[in-house]
């Protein structure tokens, strides 16, 4: 793997709403068990910013 574990910092906990498409910073798992709101539309909906390549493979 050659991505820099600042990059992986940086994009890998960031989540998008798919509603409003507000920014939130969480970690993967609680976004999965939907524990993590979105602060402006109480969705549970998110989206990963950056598509984690470690599961692709
Ligand atoms: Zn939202």
Redesign the pocket.
Known sequence: MKIPEAEVRLFNRVFI??????K?RASTPRIKAKLIV??????R?FRPKVKEKRIAK
């Open positions: 709403c798919r509603k409003c498409k507000a939130v979105c602060p402006k539309c109480k969705s909906n």
